[in-house]
Nanobody, 121 residues
């Protein structure tokens, strides 16, 4: 079985920072893209940032310049450093990994359980 375990969420004041972590465990052959999504109440889940195994990253326009995604391939872990947080960043943040379990088998998306980030004074 594959598990994605997130940590680092919480309550922070506007302008503050948080760092999310997501560790992937289990019998895994390879992880391609890893990313962070978020879902605010009443809204659809949206991509926040993604990163390839080679380190190429992309960001939602709303977080460019404030958030930084990174990964440690040796630890199968992805991070999201969030700075200058705004109230509109409040959401449940989900980790995603596009991975394969065996050589020559298809890759599939796996999700973490989500971690709450609340930005409020």
């Amino acid at each position: 079985q594959v598990h994605l375990v997130e940590s680092g969420g919480g309550l922070v004041q506007p302008g503050g920072s948080l760092r999310l972590s997501c560790a992937v465990s289990g019998s895994i052959f390879s992880i391609n893209v890893m990313g962070w999504y978020r879902q605010a109440p009443g809204k659809q889940r949206e991509l926040v940032a993604g990163i390839t195994s080679g380190g190429g990253a992309n960001y939602a326009d709303s977080v460019k310049g404030r958030f930084t995604i990174s990964r440690d391939n040796a630890k199968n872990t992805v991070y999201l450093q969030m700075n200058s947080l705004k109230s509109e960043d409040t959401a449940v943040y989900y980790c995603n990994a596009h991975l394969g379990l065996r050589p020559n088998m298809a890759f599939y998306d796996y999700w973490g359980q989500g971690t709450q980030v609340t930005v409020s004074s």
